[in-house]
């Protein structure tokens, strides 16, 4: 195989036993060489201008500087290298951002050998690649109402047009035939659903919505 099929790679994470172990599984696999590591976010973004990878394996958490921060600079230098997180966090706090950033794609630490491969080969020529568990969480995530997108209840909707001709808690309960707290609790509930932090903000973005004739 000539050096110019090869597809090269960097290695970032903080430990030295992983990226020994990423290392010498590249290396005893045909198709891939690995042009150094790095320990740190910083240090993978200086190694990234310095060798030029085809594919980053990037960490997430480490102390030296984050991997989101290092993909996000990457991405902002226009760097031909794709991202590949390999980690072993799979929260919605590490995730979103990542791909956000500029990752080609999120793989777990545990994932098998072969499934690595596939991934920085994928990884390579520009395609995305999630392992099943984030593909669904980001698919949740995609789904999920977004703040301020959210439907207001038929209640919501009552307090709210109460609220629009300038009805007094105490008044709305009396109305509604509530409790004066269970209206706050709906005001709580509908500004978030809103956006807004105010009883004014609420009827208009209300009004400007739709939601209020």
Do not use: C, Q, W
């Not at 903080?14 to 696999?29: I, K, W």
């Not at 706090?93 to 920085?120: C, M, N, Q």
């Not at 209206?183 to 978030?192: E, G, I, N, R």
């Amino acid at each position: 195989m000539t050096s110019e099929s090869l597809i090269t790679l960097l290695i970032v994470d903080d430990h030295p036993v992983v990226r020994d172990g990423l290392r010498g599984m590249f290396e005893s696999a045909p198709g891939f060489r690995v042009l150094g590591e790095a320990a740190s976010g910083p240090e993978g973004v200086a190694r990234a201008a310095e060798l030029d990878p085809d594919v980053v394996l990037m960490d997430l958490r480490m102390p030296g500087g984050s991997g989101v921060a290092a993909i996000r600079e990457l991405t902002r230098r226009g760097a031909r290298a794709k991202v590949l997180v390999l980690t072993t966090y799979d929260s919605d706090s590490d995730t979103l951002p990542a791909i956000e950033a500029g990752a080609t794609g999120y793989l777990l630490k545990d994932a098998p050998r072969e499934e690595l491969f596939t991934a920085v080969r994928a990884a390579a020529e520009g395609r995305t690649v999630l392992s099943p568990a984030i593909a669904s969480r980001l698919v949740r995530a995609v789904r999920a109402p977004a703040p301020g997108n959210e439907p207001l209840s038929a209640r919501e909707r009552e307090v709210l047009a109460l609220v629009a001709k300038g009805t007094a808690n105490r008044e709305i309960a009396r109305e509604l035939f509530i409790s004066e707290a269970t209206v706050k609790t709906h005001l709580t509930h509908l500004y978030a659903k809103l956006g807004v932090n105010d009883r004014a903000a609420a009827v208009a973005v209300a009004y400007d919505r739709g939601i209020l004739g």
